[in-house]
Nanobody, 123 residues
């Protein structure tokens, strides 16, 4: 079973920055569409940003201009660069992949998730 591993979360003050990493050992992140998601207790998991196999990116409106998704093919790693963090960005962040970019918009369609990484933004 393919497992993605998220890392890089932590506690940061509002206005600060973090870089999250998503790695995989048995799947190529360079030939798949990768999405970063977040979830807070009691709410559905939501797509935050995505990168297509061709490198096109998109992001949720509330994070545009603050979050950037990028990929390092040599390291088989996808990053989420987060800046100007706000308390409402506090969540557990996850990554997942699919061969088809549009499928990333439906997180309920994924059969498995990694452990995620906690991001806490203090006001």
């Amino acid at each position: 079973q393919v497992q993605l591993v998220e890392s890089g979360g932590g506690l940061v003050q509002a206005g600060g920055s973090l870089r999250l990493s998503c790695t995989a050992s048995t799947v190529s992140l360079s030939t798949n569409a990768i999405g970063w998601y977040r979830q807070v207790p009691g709410k559905q998991r939501e797509l935050v940003a995505l990168i297509s196999p061709g490198g096109s990116t998109n992001a949720k409106d509330s994070v545009k201009g603050r979050f950037t998704i990028s990929r390092d093919n040599a390291k088989n790693t996808v990053y989420l660069h987060m800046s100007a963090l706000k308390p409402e960005d506090t969540a557990v962040y996850y990554c997942n992949y699919d061969a088809h970019t549009p499928n990333l918009w439906n997180p309920s369609g994924f059969g498995s998730w990694g452990q995620g990484t906690q991001v806490t933004v203090a006001s």
